[in-house]
T-cell receptor, first 114, second 109 residues
């Protein structure tokens, strides 16, 4: 693994179903983030984690949950998907302890909820 | 509230120079980032400014004026591969990134 990986690449999901988007990084970054990107809007932060064992809510957290059991993994769960959650989801990570806090992004998951 | 403004779309000619502006109003300031995003791909880091002035990196330069809440990204000697969206983002007092909607840059031969 090099950098950040996300799975699945894309998914079509029926409304009401539960779905977990996976994110793994191998850079030992302490901070990780989940964003959604919709046409005409900027990236919007869903949840974040500044260190393993802690999480926080971003701008649009409703309908989503996260966990950070270890440094590398940061899964995002949709408990009961709705069509408004159709979006492209990006996971990112950064090293808050040093440098400019540049965020590195995974390749994204394109989710369609019908 | 927090707000990042940048033009929705710009068009430029191959070989020319283009300047993409970004204005911001945020709660606190811990730096301004520019990212490039090609269609269907993830954003990739271009530049970071935390002090006023110009940062140059090859064909790309980024300028910041904190007193004016203003930044621009300057792209020189445009190439077709520079066709992409350019995202401006400000790190606020909580060290979270606030993102603009992005500027789609179209390069014509």
């Amino acid at each position: 693994i090099a950098g950040i990986t996300q799975a699945p690449t894309s998914q079509i999901l029926a409304a009401g179903r539960r779905m977990t988007l996976r994110c793994t990084q191998d850079m030992r970054h302490n901070a990780m983030y989940w964003y959604r990107q919709d046409l005409g809007l900027g990236l919007r932060l869903i949840h974040y984690s500044n260190t393993a064992g802690t999480t926080g809510k971003g701008e649009v957290p409703d309908g989503y949950s996260v966990s950070r059991a270890n440094t590398d993994d940061f899964p995002l769960t949709l408990a009961s998907a709705v069509p408004s959650q159709t979006s492209v989801y990006f996971c990112a990570s950064s090293d808050l302890a040093g440098g400019n806090n540049e965020q590195f992004f995974g390749p994204g998951t394109r989710l369609t909820v019908l | 509230g927090q707000n990042i403004d940048q033009p929705t779309e710009m068009t430029a000619t191959e070989g020319a120079i283009v300047q993409i502006n970004c204005t911001y109003q945020t709660s606190g300031f811990n730096g301004l980032f520019w990212y490039q995003q090609h269609a269907g791909e993830a954003p990739t880091f271009l530049s970071y400014n935390v002090l006023d002035g110009l940062e140059e990196k090859g064909r790309f330069s980024s300028f910041l004026s904190r007193s004016k809440g203003y930044s621009y990204l300057l792209l020189k000697e445009l190439q077709m591969k520079d066709s992409a969206s350019y995202l401006c983002a400000v790190m606020d007092s909580n060290y979270q990134l606030i993102w603009g909607a992005g500027t789609k840059l179209i390069i014509k031969p």
